[in-house]
């Protein structure tokens, strides 16, 4: 076998940049590719190392039967609910834990983890009644439980601590056993335009209407579960929610002039709508475009009139983590299916005559095609409907979503809200599949449902529109956010409650990342194997961060613990420099160097420098068999030499070449390398978190070409690496990650333009059989710089 041998050659180093690194280095070696190891939960029976829910794995379960009144006048909802909570945990439970959200209003009863804030030179009037209200009498919002009893009538005690409620059962529950409740309540429907928050009404005082959000409405049992038990930390308004699974029969009695739109299945469209919009309704079961149900013109005549009247809505949805619906006179209605797997899927819009020109034209259409697009990705949408509603801003229920995207009074509308709006509703549709079936803790990891949500959303926008302007997802996005100091960057393993840089931290940071991971580091076959397996591991269930870092490793093959350790734990920027380039050319004609030959004495035998206490204990004790005179045979070399019984001869010695032979290349060879260019890249990793390092070749004749190199390059030495290049062509120009795919922080230290003049090495054939301990694997350059 033939291999090219490098001899001595001078090599021009084209600039310094690394000096600093090289002559004050840090750590040569830190932790930035060993394992997470106890970093992650131990595995166990319920979750499996290979990241898959375990044999033993469980999860609760609770049903719910509710019905509620809307009163518009008073702007009030009353509601009563059955409970039907399984145990299918090991565990007895004493008491069973309820969110009560609405509380996040009441001035008494909320969460009461107040932000620092500063008298400002300018304040609204409502921002201003707000702040008083804070500190003033009870404003009567929040939910008022007005009883709640066992199925015999039996009172069961309960204790409201802010946004929480824990309700004391009579009788322990035992594993396998179920327990049903009832709760009846109401609260004062806030004005959310004035007090915030996702559920509410807004009012229109240009027609005097409402539309209401009911969301987080009704007393809801928190998640127990084997990982953390009860979750039942309180709900601010920023951390989101963990929820369980079940079956919801709802009945609703609204104006019956009011259109309402709902998670699950509506059980009596015959009864609710008129002949004419049922009519409507199965035609668009059946429609190519999407029909509209309710039209403009009977949305524009019933904001008009007010109906004194009421009607009841019947909808049931099964195995679904929440229930939310919206309920006004003001709405236009459309529709169309969408085929997933053969299933039909109804896609809605609701939206009032200030969004009509918008939604019309996009949201159902947009709703289509992100359950389409979601379900290539991930797992096959499961649910009957999936809907849009316009409510001035974005919040996801189970096949329901809100969101904004309002023209100006004409009609018209700019391509900044145009493009706004179909993010949002793509956003918010996507939800279904993060975290409404993979269904994560938000009130922990609000990334594990905003980020993995926001990375699909962008692989769905980029198929809606090849150019359309995403905002989070791609690499460079995220750089301005890097680039900020240290200071003020977070893990993205923060929770919920303690990010400062709430947008980018959990949106906008791990979408990147796992843009990253497809594109650069894994490649989109291995990536989206992995992370359709994880959404079908976890479809329904309750996955942590260890769930999906070792399901992408497991389902890959590939050792991912320095992303995610960087990435995800880690607060470093990338930033690879190009700190030098070198330029050879092979001397293919050199003279051939003499093999030369060297005498050298038999080694005595290595003892070590320092006896330690095993050894002396080892030869002391006469109870081991390989000690005993016996058997002799079995002691150890260093027992006979010891003593004079393994001889030793100073005297004698060996011959040993001190270099390989070699001999001149074949013309097959010479023709081979003459022509060939050789090139020597020095980087410096500035930044700290580690990156495939991505070269763009630009050559003499115009023609470009791309290197990749893994980032497991940096294993050994994560400050600075060089690494060795043969090319056909003359180079004239060097770029580091062109496509700005790694959220390199400066792109200054990227580029190289200016190329040296070539030098000159000799290269030779190397003989079969040359001396043996002669390193050939270290890198040609630094072989000729040393000799």
């Given at each position: ?421 179909l993010g949002v509703v793509i956003h918010e549709v996507g939800h279904n599949f993060f975290p409404m079936i993979v269904n994560s803790d938000e009130r922990q990891w609000t990334w594990m449902d905003e980020g993995l949500n926001t990375f699909v959303q ?10 359309f302007p995403s905002k989070r997802g791609p690499a460079w996005t995220i750089v301005d956010y890097m680039k900020l100091p240290k200071t003020q960057l977070e893990p993205i393993m923060t929770n919920s409650e303690n990010i400062v840089q709430f947008g ?188 495939p390092i991505i070269i763009e070749w630009t050559f003499k004749d115009g023609t470009r070409q791309i290197d990749r190199i893994p980032a497991q390059i940096w294993r050994h030495n994560e400050n600075t690496v060089s690494k060795f290049f043969v090319k ?60």
């Open positions: 076998m033939r291999k090219l041998l490098f001899a001595a050659a001078c090599f021009w180093a084209v600039s310094g940049q690394a000096q600093d690194i090289q002559n004050n280095p840090t750590s040569n070696h830190g932790n930035k590719f060993e394992q997470l190891g106890t970093i992650l939960p131990t595995p166990n029976e319920y979750r499996t190392a290979s990241g898959a829910p375990g044999p033993k794995y469980w999860q609760q379960r609770c049903d719910y039967v509710i019905r509620c009144t809307l009163d518009e006048k008073a702007q009030q909802l009353t509601g009563s609910e059955t409970l039907n909570y399984f145990n299918n945990s090991p565990d007895v439970l004493t008491y069973i834990w309820l969110q009560l959200d609405e509380n996040e209003h009441s001035n008494k009863d909320n969460a009461n983890y107040q932000d620092q804030n500063v008298m400002p030179a300018m304040m609204t009037d409502r921002a201003l009644a707000k702040m008083e209200d804070q500190n003033g009498p009870d404003n009567g919002y929040g939910h008022k439980i007005r009883s709640i009893t066992d199925m015999t009538g039996k009172t069961l005690p309960y204790t409201v601590n802010k946004t929480m409620m824990r309700v004391d059962l009579l009788t322990p529950l035992k594993p396998g056993q179920r327990f049903q409740f009832k709760i009846d309540w109401s609260y004062k429907i806030p004005d959310r335009i004035t007090l915030g928050g996702r559920g509410g009404y807004e009012f229109f005082p240009e027609d005097g209407n409402s539309l209401y959000t009911i969301t987080q409405w009704y007393p809801r049992v928190c998640v127990y579960s084997d990982f953390q038990g009860w979750q039942n930390h309180q709900f601010t308004g920023r951390g989101e929610f963990a929820l369980t699974f079940g079956d919801f029969d709802v009945q609703m009695t609204v104006p019956a002039d009011h259109i309402v739109g709902s998670t699950g299945e509506c059980l009596n469209y015959a009864q609710v709508l008129t002949p004419a919009q049922l009519a409507r309704y199965q035609q668009a079961t059946n429609a190519k475009e999407p029909v509209e149900i309710v039209t403009l013109a009977e949305a524009t005549a019933a904001e008009q009139r007010k109906s004194s009247q009421t009607k009841t809505w019947h909808f049931k949805a099964g195995n679904v983590r929440d229930f939310a619906w919206t309920s006004s006179r003001k709405y236009i209605w459309d529709g169309m299916p969408q085929l997933i797997n053969g299933k039909k899927v109804m896609c809605m819009s609701f939206y009032g005559k200030e969004a009509y020109a918008l939604y019309r034209k996009f949201s159902t259409r947009a709703v289509a095609h992100t359950i389409k697009t979601y379900s290539a990705f991930t797992i096959p949408y499961p649910y009957p409907v999936a809907q849009s509603v316009e409510a001035a801003n974005g919040m996801e229920y189970p096949m329901i979503c809100f969101n904004y995207g309002r023209t100006e009074k004409d009609g018209t509308y700019s391509e900044a809200t145009k493009n706004g709006m962008y692989l769905t926008e980029e198929l809606w529109d090849n150019k980018p931290n959990a949106y906008a940071k791990p979408a990147t990342g796992l843009n990253i991971l497809r594109e650069t580091i894994m490649g989109r076959n291995l990536f989206d194997f992995a992370f359709k397996e994880y959404a079908r591991r976890w479809a329904f269930k309750h996955p942590t961060p260890a769930d999906l870092f070792r399901t992408m490793e497991d389902a890959s093959g590939e050792d991912l613990d320095w992303f995610w350790r960087g990435w995800f734990y880690g607060i470093n920027p990338v930033d690879i420099s190009l700190d030098s380039v070198k330029v050879a050319r092979a001397d293919v004609n050199g003279t051939i160097p003499p093999a030369k030959s060297i005498t050298k004495k038999v080694d005595a035998p290595m003892v070590p420098e320092f006896d330690d206490i095993s050894k002396i204990r080892n030869r002391e004790d006469r109870n081991l068999r390989f000690y005993t005179d016996t058997d002799t045979g079995a002691r150890d070399f260093y027992w006979h030499y010891a003593r004079g019984q393994e001889p030793y001869d100073a005297a004698k010695t060996f011959t040993v070449e001190e270099a390989p032979g070699v001999e001149a290349l074949t013309p097959e060879a010479k023709q081979r390398f003459a022509d060939k260019y050789f090139y020597e890249l020095d980087f410096s990793n500035k930044g700290g978190m580690v990156m056909d062509k003359e180079v004239t120009g060097i770029r580091l990650d062109p496509f700005r795919e790694t959220a390199d922080i400066d792109e200054s230290n990227n580029v190289w333009n200016q190329m040296p003049a070539p030098t000159r090495f000799k290269a030779f054939a190397q003989k079969t059989g040359a001396a043996r301990g002669q390193s050939t694997g270290s890198n040609p350059m630094q072989q000729a710089q040393k000799k």
